[in-house]
């Protein structure tokens, strides 16, 4: 609280008082008066818009200052008795000062006021806001929200449509493809089915005919054991040039004779204890063979392979068979030999020699000879079916007494009857081969 005490010898009470008369007189005239205008200043939430610390103080300052009126100041004396006229004096005087202070006072007041109650409006109205602005976020998220789990749903919904459609028609497409492939499938099973028919039954002529060739020598009364006999040598001399096979069967035990004949290589293979088994087609041979202690049976030789298990046989030997068979016969039967001979093992096929003319010409001494078969061609042969390495070799050769002769040189003879004589002699060589070559040769294939 302010205090102004007066001192008596600063005070001319005449002047005072009429110059408190006068400023009375003009403030009626101009109806000026301190407290009009001025409202009292709602007083805020306490709660300010923002974060700001340093803002939040100056709000609280604004609220509690922006009146600037000080209602506390009085005027007081020491002086017991001539101290109230002095006091009133002094009033007087002060009253006269707040004639040109307060209007000002008044106006800074107001103003500070009007800003007053235009900050604590716009914080209110910011607090609203925001308090709308955050209702209106949660609205929105939650619509948002509702939205896209109804969007999700929607989604879900299509995609499963969509892809249960596709389905249907990967579906329809898988069935409608099968239906052709079943088609085709079905096309082709008939081709070759026909086909397989085809071959079956040139097959089943091809075994016919050998059959056939074998009875037709019985039915006139022509016994093929005893033709062998005659005409291809005693088992003792086929036994002697079999013999060099033996070393390709050493310890096998499961090896198969094709066309057996009268059993000379199954008897070598039992006494060098290689387990051998023989096949073949005619009564006379079969009965031979069983008399002689042999493990033999009558029937076709396909017919015998096909029964078989798949890679069940250590080796196999064909001897002087091939040339009774008709092509189409032949490529099953070798088909066959590999298919049921086991790795590593070997195939022997030994038939005549068509590049040597005596062979050639006594080919036809045999009447169930089909056609002789070239080296080349059965060496072909065996490799289409999978024997990958094969060696070729000549045998039988036909005694030199009976091939052209060469003349012997003399070392006294001329230089040209020497050169003559040569080519004379190359030529009959030449000719030897070709006339009285090898009259059989041999394959041996290893699988």
């Not at 596709?166 to 088609?183: A, G, M, N, P, T």
Request: glycine share 6%; proline share 2%; with cysteine.
């Amino acid at each position: 609280m302010d205090t102004f005490e007066i001192n008596d010898e600063e005070i001319n009470v005449e002047n005072i008082m009429d110059q408190i008369r006068e400023n009375i007189r003009m403030r009626k005239a101009e109806g000026i008066s301190l407290g009009c205008g001025i409202e009292g200043i709602t007083s805020h939430s306490g709660q300010v818009y923002g974060q700001n610390a340093d803002i939040q103080r100056d709000f609280e300052y604004i609220n509690a200052n922006w009146n600037i009126q000080n209602k506390s100041y009085f005027i007081s004396s020491h002086r017991p008795i001539a101290g109230k006229v002095l006091v009133k004096g002094r009033e007087l005087v002060h009253g006269e000062v707040q004639r040109y202070v307060d209007p000002m006072f008044w106006k800074q007041t107001e103003l500070n006021a009007s800003v007053a109650r235009i900050l604590n409006d716009n914080n209110n109205q910011f607090i609203v806001l925001d308090n709308q602005i955050d209702q209106f976020k949660n609205e929105i998220t939650t619509k948002i929200g509702d939205q896209i789990d109804r969007l999700w749903l929607e989604f879900d919904k299509k995609a499963d449509d969509q892809i249960n459609q596709f389905l249907l028609e990967v579906d329809k497409k898988i069935d409608d493809r099968i239906d052709q492939l079943r088609l085709e499938f079905d096309d082709k099973m008939k081709i070759i089915e026909s086909e397989t028919n085809k071959k079956i039954e040139i097959l089943e002529s091809q075994t016919s005919q050998m059959i056939d060739t074998n009875r037709d020598f019985e039915s006139f009364g022509v016994n093929y054991l005893q033709f062998e006999d005659t005409f291809r040598g005693s088992s003792d001399d086929i036994k002697e040039r079999q013999s060099k096979y033996l070393s390709y069967f050493n310890g096998c035990l499961n090896v198969l004779d094709i066309g057996c004949g009268r059993g000379e290589f199954l008897l070598l293979l039992k006494e060098h204890s290689v387990g051998g088994k023989g096949v073949d087609i005619d009564d006379a041979m079969i009965e031979h063979c069983v008399s002689k202690g042999l493990d033999v049976i009558q029937k076709d030789a396909i017919t015998y392979l096909e029964e078989l298990d798949d890679e069940t046989l250590d080796g196999i030997f064909i001897d002087q068979v091939v040339e009774h068979l008709e092509p189409g016969y032949l490529i099953r039967l070798l088909t066959l030999c590999a298919q049921k001979m086991k790795q590593g093992c070997y195939i022997i096929v030994e038939t005549v020699n068509p590049l040597s003319f005596t062979s050639f010409a006594n080919f036809y001494i045999d009447l169930t000879h089909i056609k002789p078969v070239h080296p080349a061609t059965l060496n072909f042969l065996l490799d289409s079916c999978g024997f990958k390495e094969r060696e070729t070799i000549f045998i039988s050769p036909v005694p030199k007494d009976n091939q052209l002769k060469t003349i012997q040189l003399n070392d006294e003879a001329d230089f040209e009857v020497k050169e003559i004589m040569e080519v004379y002699n190359n030529n009959i060589e030449m000719l030897n081969t070709k006339l009285y070559g090898a009259q059989d040769f041999a394959i041996i294939g290893k699988k």
